[in-house]
């Protein structure tokens, strides 16, 4: 079952803008992972963000979890052409080491 | 390339067949996982191993799947009696358990296959 949602499922905007994308989940977490995965390839990883960690940053890449509300938020920045992909966020829940995704968000940056 | 890699990258097969995929994990990493994604969707976990030892499968894992990793590096996934509902794309993952790490799973290209 699919314990992360992504929100929105599909997102438009102009090159330049930024893309925020939110991921709700269910259960505790040790951990939340976002990735991107080009049309019928492999997925990217992009970053973790540890249970105990509020924020993180890696280039235009800015992550927020918030373990009281369940949820996390992908920020990228000055988007460009090439980031054009879906991206899902992942769970590590408890003792489990399988990751549990959500359905993705589509992004799309028109050039 | 130190990356995860996955062969083949396509298979077309007929109802009833057998298939087999193979993964190679990043050549340090003790832990490989596979997982299965339909169109639309994110990816389903399906089976994962510690070294040689397959330590969990998902209950969609049915008795016509089987993985195993026999020396602790590669692992196959065969499929038999192919199914059309099997058409996915089969996604393979390896992290390094241990001391500081935080279960960061690195995915192979995955191997589409489509069942006729």
């Known amino acids: 079952s699919q314990q992360g949602e992504e929100d929105p499922q599909a997102l438009s905007i102009q090159e330049g803008e930024n893309a925020t994308m939110n991921c709700s989940y269910k259960?505790?977490?040790?951990?939340l992972q976002w990735y991107r995965q080009n049309s019928g390839r492999g997925l990217v990883h992009l970053i973790l963000?540890?249970?105990?960690?509020r924020e993180k940053h890696s280039g235009r890449l800015r992550v927020t979890l918030d373990t009281s509300k369940k949820s996390s938020s992908l920020l990228i920045t000055a988007s460009r052409a090439a980031d054009t992909a879906s991206y899902f966020c992942a769970t590590d829940e408890g003792g489990r080491r399988a990751l549990t995704f959500g359905s993705g968000t589509r992004l799309q940056v028109q050039p | 390339d130190t990356g995860v890699s996955q062969d083949p990258r396509h298979k077309i097969t007929k109802r009833g067949q057998n298939v087999t995929f193979r993964c190679d994990p990043i050549?340090?990493?003790?832990?490989l996982y596979w997982y299965r994604q339909t169109l639309g969707q994110g990816p389903e976990f399906l089976t994962y191993f510690q070294n040689e030892a397959q330590l969990e499968k998902s209950r969609l894992l049915s008795d016509r799947f089987s993985a195993e990793r026999p020396k602790g590096s590669f692992s196959t996934l065969e499929i038999q009696r192919t199914e059309q509902g099997d058409s996915a794309m089969y996604l393979c993952a390896s992290s390094l358990e241990g001391a500081g790490s935080y279960n960061e799973q690195f995915f192979g290209p995955g191997t589409r296959l489509t069942v006729l």
């Open positions: 050549s340090e990493h003790n832990r």
């Open positions: 259960t505790s977490i040790n951990n």
């Open positions: 963000i540890r249970s105990n960690e």
